[in-house]
């Protein structure tokens, strides 16, 4: 199994940047398809942005040239970097894996295995 542990929400201003942090074990990112997911009560949850096994990065167009998805040279973490924020961008953020890509970008999130507890990122207007 994939464990997946995310860190670094928070409150921020409008305009402000936040960066999370998906620690991964029992795989490297090298082998699965990874999803930052974010959900608002009520809302099922969406996907953001993704990074495939290869390392191919897609984003949903609400987030596009604001977030960038990335990780570290070991493989172990995937962040999100997150720019430009706006009250809109509020909700609880997961990171979640799958074994498999062909397709990972635009996955929906019953896709998806393994999640993290998730981290709330809540952004002031």
């Known amino acids: 199994d994939v464990q997946l542990v995310e860190s670094g929400g928070g409150l921020v201003q409008a305009g402000g940047s936040l960066r999370l942090s998906c620690a991964a074990s029992?795989?490297?990112?090298?082998?699965?398809?990874m999803g930052w997911f974010r959900q608002t009560p009520g809302k099922e949850r969406a996907g953001v942005a993704y990074?495939?096994?290869?390392?191919?990065?897609t984003y949903a167009d609400s987030v596009k040239g604001r977030f960038t998805i990335s990780e570290d040279k070991a493989k172990t973490t995937l962040y999100l970097q997150m720019n430009s924020l706006n009250p809109e961008d509020t909700a609880m953020y997961y990171c979640a894996a799958r074994w498999g890509d062909y397709p990972c970008g635009g996955r929906r999130a019953p896709d998806f295995r393994f999640w993290g507890q998730g981290t709330q990122v809540t952004v002031s207007s």
């Open positions: 029992g795989a490297t990112l090298s082998s699965v398809c």
């Open positions: 990074r495939s096994s290869g390392g191919s990065k």
